[in-house]
Nanobody
Framework: QVQLVESGGGLVQPGASLRLSCAAS????????MGWYRQAPGKQRELVANINNSGSTNYAHAVKGRFTISRDNAKNTVYLQMNSLRPEDTAVYYC?????????WGQGTQVTVSS
């Protein structure tokens, strides 16, 4: 079992920055990929970014150049630095971890971008 706890969401104005954090606990030795998904009201959950154990990253086209995912293996934590936020980035952001064949999910953290 893997437990994920997110933090760092909030309400910001367009153009601002936020950093999300996700701390993993439990069977962390088996985690291969960690990442972030988001779900806006009335829309499907979508991949934002992920990172594997080697540090290779993958980003959604909509966030490339604005968001940066990073991973601190010593702290079992993954971060999502979000810059130049736009109203369309408003969503609940979920941390995810792939352990063996199973995906684990955090409880989600709300990010709202509004003037």
């Amino acid at each position: 079992q893997v437990q994920l706890v997110e933090s760092g969401g909030g309400l910001v104005q367009p153009g601002a920055s936020l950093r999300l954090s996700c701390a993993a606990s439990g069977s962390i030795f088996s985690i291969s990929i960690m990442g972030w998904y988001r779900q806006a009201p009335g829309k499907q959950r979508e991949l934002v970014a992920n990172i594997n154990n080697s540090g290779s990253t993958n980003y959604a086209h909509a966030v490339k150049g604005r968001f940066t995912i990073s991973r601190d293996n010593a702290k079992n934590t993954v971060y999502l630095q979000m810059n130049s936020l736009r109203p369309e980035d408003t969503a609940v952001y979920y941390c995810t971890a792939l352990s063996g064949p199973k995906y684990y999910w955090g409880q989600g953290t709300q990010v709202t971008v509004s003037s």
